[in-house]
């Protein structure tokens, strides 16, 4: 079974890793799933996700937000009523940016029966093919990958 919520990169790995070892083993079960990060970063990518389109809804309406805290609204706020779709991208694709970077962490994890075997986080790097059929694979490999930084 593989999640698709992985990103393509992995994808591509965990795809070529599953082709080989059912070759090697084709009665072998292979899971692939996320690797997920730590709660609080994933409380501060959906925060900031209800936030990003909170801040594209002001922009798109032309509402200034500083205004109801008694302040000048900067000159950034100013050139994005301007450029209101310059700025709504301005704020999705960095906000996105951002998302992505805390929902990261660069795992590709490797169990055989719930014992690891191999860790990208612990290791710096994913296995070689070679490495790879060198594991003894028991009836049940199951993959844990996920796409972000820790």
Known sequence: MYDNALLPRYKRVFEEYTQALYQRYPDIRIE??????????????????VFKLLVIGLIIIGRDPFALF???????????????????????FLSNMIENQLMSTGAFEI?????????????GHLPSMQQLLELKAPPCLRWVSHWAVR
């Open 32 to 49: 692939g799933e996320n690797y997920l990060p730590i709660p609080i970063y994933r409380h501060i990518a959906s925060f900031l996700s």
């Open 70 to 92: 008694g302040m000048q609204a900067p000159g950034m706020w100013e050139w994005g009523q301007g450029n209101k779709i310059y700025a709504c991208m301005m704020v999705f």
């Open 111 to 123: 169990t055989l029966n719930d014992v690891p075997v191999w860790s990208k986080l612990e290791s």
